[in-house]
Each structure stands twice: as C-alpha cells, then as structure tokens.
T-cell receptor, first 109, second 116 residues
Framework: DAKTTQPTSMDCAEGRAANLPCNHSTISGNEYVYWYRQIHSQGPQYIIHGLKNNETNEMASLIITEDRKSSTLILPHATLRDTAVYYCIVRLYGNKLVFGAGTILRVKS | DSGVTQTPKHLITATGQRVTLRCSPRSGDLSVYWYQQSLDQGLQFLIQYYNGEERAKGNILERFSAQQFPDLHSELNLSSLELGDSALYFC???????????????FGEGSWLTVV
C-alpha cells in the first residue's frame, strides 16, 4: 500500500472549517484514500473514503486532486468534539488498514 | 456505535499468564481484524480472518494466536504475557476480504490489557 504523509498537528478554531492535508504521491490507480479518526483511545472511527472523485457525507468532505497524489479532508464546522488524531490511509486489496502517525487536530474555542 | 463488540473492556493480569479477548463482528460482516495499540507503537495490524480462514498476518507474536469461529466471532489469545504486552487491542470487521467501496472497516471500542 502507498505511503502517506500528514502534518503532525494542526489547530482549528471552533466553528471554522478544518482542512487536513495528506500526500500520497505513490498512490496507484486502484487504491482508495480512506480517512479515520481516533478520539482519545476510543476505537478508530471511519469518516470517509474516495477513489477519484470528491466525496461528501454527513461528517466531512474529501477532496482528491486530479493527479490523485494528495487529498484534503474538510470538516466544515469543527467543534470541540472533533479534537482527535486523523489518519489518512491508502488502501488496495490488501485488506488491512495500515495506520501512520496521523495528524493531531486540536479544535479550540 | 460501530456494531463491533469487544469483551472484556478492561483486563489486568500478571506476567506469564494467558488471556483471551473476544470480538463479535457487525452483523453480516465476514472479515475480522485485530490491531494492537501501545503508547510507543501506534496502531499495529496483527491478523485478519475471513469467513473462518486466516487471510493476512501482520506483526503478531508467536505467543499470540487468533481464530474465527463458524458463527464469525473471533478470539485473540495472548499467552506468556509480558509487561510490554500491555496495550489496547482493537477488533474490527468488514463485509468482505478486500478493498473497495463496500468494504469499509469498522472498529470496536477495544480491550485494555494491563500486564503487571
């Protein structure tokens, strides 16, 4: 599975959009981009995933660049409860998810 | 609530002992995954089962073993426990055994294991 690079940490003001970047320059054509988050030792929570097109669900939006070498997870109106570690994962038919260090997002009031 | 159930939630045991962690996957899911999360290692994939058969193996120690039963629940057995085995153990499940839009992996809330 392709490797991903994420910033170690980010801060966001409550009520503002949180934009979390991820680089995956070695992604192959049939690899998906998945995002999960982990709130303080709880189980990782699925957020969203995509292949080529931008995706949106009730939690977030995922913007994937045309060359698919990077993506951005957008939390449109961050709340204090969104403070968590966010993981960007590229996944092929290798059934497992390989977690990196992720981005620590701190939402501040 | 992801639908993945893990028991026990907390467990304290002594070095050298053996414990069994149990996982019930989401209804209809055939794949079960086990992960270990310790403070210094992050989330590490241990092993995956698909419909009772081992599908993929990660950094699982020889002292650890797992199985998936015909009713699809899974157990992770940890033996000859050492202090360094203290960690959060997560179970996850998915419908199938490969990647793709219909195969999102959902995690349970974990089992805290403390070895003293």
């Amino acid at each position: 599975d392709a490797k991903t690079t994420q910033p170690t940490s980010m801060d966001c003001a409550e009520g503002r959009a949180a934009n979390l970047p991820c680089n995956h320059s070695t992604i192959s054509g049939n690899e998906y981009v998945y995002w999960y988050r982990q709130i303080h030792s709880q189980g990782p929570q699925y957020i969203i995933h995509g292949l080529k097109n931008n995706e949106t669900n009730e939690m977030a939006s995922l913007i994937i660049t045309e060359d698919r070498k990077s993506s951005t997870l957008i939390l449109p109106h961050a709340t204090l409860r969104d403070t968590a570690v966010y993981y960007c994962i590229v996944r092929l038919y290798g059934n497992k998810l390989v977690f990196g260090a992720g981005t620590i997002l701190r939402v501040k009031s | 609530d992801s639908g993945v159930t893990q028991t026990p939630k907390h467990l304290i045991t002594a070095t050298g002992q053996r414990v069994t962690l149990r996982c019930s996957p989401r209804s209809g899911d055939l794949s079960v995954y086990w992960y270990q999360q310790s403070l210094d290692q992050g989330l590490q994939f241990l092993i995956q089962y698909y419909n009772g058969e081992e599908r993929a193996k990660g950094n699982i120690l020889e002292r650890f073993s797992a199985q998936q039963f015909p009713d699809l629940h899974s157990e992770l057995n940890l033996s000859s426990l050492e202090l360094g085995d203290s960690a959060l153990y997560f179970c996850a499940s998915s419908v199938g055994g490969g990647a793709g839009p219909g195969n999102t992996i959902y995690f349970g809330e974990g089992s805290w294991l403390t070895v003293v």
